[in-house]
Structure formats: structure tokens, C-alpha cells
């Protein structure tokens, strides 16, 4: 997977896209980065990338000539035809709303384009006739799209095959499954008087998978009952929801 990066600020990706599981993603040759200032591709002596809007009032909006000229050149650059065009995507508060549905479909794309604007907003050619998708990542609103872009990638790269080092981790991630994860528990046995449930002891595997996926729906119906709506349930889970009600 190749993921470009266009933003001012070139210097915040360092650390992110060099440590941890992307560091180890990009070592294994799994995902590749370019990380691009676009004011390189401002066109002007000055490497002015926003001006003031057209009809007053404050705040600054960035210009369309550096960012497209920037996309430009680096879906040329790969050689891309035009039937191959790589999504590209805006960060940006007005966004469709980041989940790990669209987390599982961008990580099938071979390119990928972020645009990390800044200021006030972005000149609406851009939105219009150059990005394909707009994203945010919740209902607030942050400086850049610079840590959006981050976070989007994070859940990108752990997505890709081998770059988890227990590919079943993935598998069993809250919201991969649709319900949130199960309580997990490691040695000591016994702690400060708190003690590790009994079952996970018992070495009984049937036993603990249902104690897991019981767990797991009781910590949604708890804190993300949403979750479950949106969920086709089987005849295992309603059961285990009804044994959980009659604890309540
Ligand atoms: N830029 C500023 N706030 C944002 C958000 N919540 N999501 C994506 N991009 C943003």
C-alpha cells in the first residue's frame, strides 16, 4: 500500500510513521509513505498557500493551485492511468464519519492520498473537482487534519495482512466483530485480592469462548448499545442477553 501525505507540516509524521507496528510495517515493505509539503508546489516566491475568501470575512482558505498541483505530480509520478486514480482523501470536520467499516474498505486501496489543510477552511475546487472523499474523525474540531490523518493511518496499516504480529488480533478487535472486547487478564492469578474469574483458569476451551462472547455483549449493552442494533444476532447471543438481564 502506498499512502501520500500532503501538509504544511511535514515534521509531525516523523515520530508516528517511523515507531511501533507502521515502523515495522514499513520495514517489512507492507506500506510506503511519502510525506509532501505542499507549499513546494505553491508556484509562487513567497510559497503562499492561502489567501483571503472572496466576499470578506475572516479567516484565511487554502488555495487550489498548490494542492492540485501537488496530487498531480505525485499520481504522475507513480505512472497512474486515469482509470487507476487513487482515492483522495480530506481531512475535515464536515466529513462522512471515520469507523472501522471504512477502515476495512480504505485498507483495501493499493493508493492512498491525505490532504491535511489548516485555517479556516479549504478553497471549495478542492472538495469539488480533486479529493473523493471527505472524513472526519468525531464531532470535534482540532487545529489540522495532520493527527486525523495519523489516526486514519494507524487503523490503516494494522489492517494490512503480517503487520500485526498475531494476525488473530485483528480479527477479534472491538468493532471488527461488531461488540466490544471481552475483559482480558494475565498472571498474577490473584492480585490485591482481586482475582482472575475462575473459568479462564479451568482450561475448559468451550466453556471459556462462551464466558468470552457473554463478556463481550455485556460490555455493549452496557457502553455502545447501538452496536447491537446494527447487528444480525444468533440464537447463542440472544441467550446469553437474556441470562445477562436476569443478572441485572
Ligand atoms: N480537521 C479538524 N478537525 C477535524 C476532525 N474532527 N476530523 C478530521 N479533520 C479535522
Not at 122 to 149: F, N, Q
Not at 205 to 216: A, F, G, P, V, Y
Request: glycine share 8%; with cysteine; net charge negative.
Amino acid at each position: 500500500m502506498k499512502i501520500d501525505i500532503l501538509t504544511l507540516f511535514p515534521e509531525m509524521f516523523t515520530g508516528v510513521l517511523g515507531s511501533s507496528i507502521i515502523g515495522k510495517a514499513v520495514q517489512k515493505e507492507l506500506v510506503s509513505f511519502r510525506v509532501v509539503n505542499f507549499r513546494d508546489y505553491a508556484g509562487n516566491k513567497h510559497g503562499q498557500v492561502d489567501d483571503t475568501p472572496y466576499g470578506g470575512g475572516g479567516g484565511m482558505v487554502l488555495k487550489p493551485e498548490p494542492i492540485f498541483h501537488a496530487v498531480e505530480s505525485l499520481t504522475e509520478a507513480n505512472g497512474e492511468a486515469a482509470a487507476a486514480k487513487p482515492r483522495v482523501v480530506l481531512l475535515c470536520p464536515q466529513g462522512k464519519r471515520y469507523d472501522q467499516r471504512l477502515a476495512e474498505e480504505l485498507a483495501k486501496e493499493e493508493h492512498l492520498i491525505f490532504i491535511c489543510g489548516h485555517y479556516e477552511g479549504y478553497d471549495e475546487r478542492i472538495r469539488t473537482h480533486l479529493v473523493t472523499d471527505e472524513v472526519s474523525i468525531g464531532d470535534y474540531v482540532l487545529t489540522g487534519g495532520e493527527l486525523p490523518a495519523m489516526v486514519i493511518i494507524d487503523s490503516l496499516v494494522r489492517l494490512q495482512k503480517g503487520a500485526l504480529g498475531n494476525e488473530q488480533s485483528a480479527v477479534t478487535d472491538s468493532y471488527s466483530t461488531g461488540l466490544l472486547e471481552y475483559p482480558h487478564y494475565t498472571r498474577p492469578a490473584s492480585f490485591r485480592d482481586l482475582s482472575v474469574p475462575d473459568i479462564l483458569l479451568s482450561g475448559h476451551h468451550e466453556n471459556i469462548e462462551r464466558w468470552r462472547l457473554k463478556e463481550s455483549l455485556r460490555r455493549t449493552l452496557e457502553r455502545r448499545p447501538d452496536l447491537l442494533e446494527r447487528q444480525e444476532l444468533t440464537k447463542e447471543m440472544k441467550k446469553l442477553i437474556e441470562e445477562i438481564q436476569q443478572e441485572l
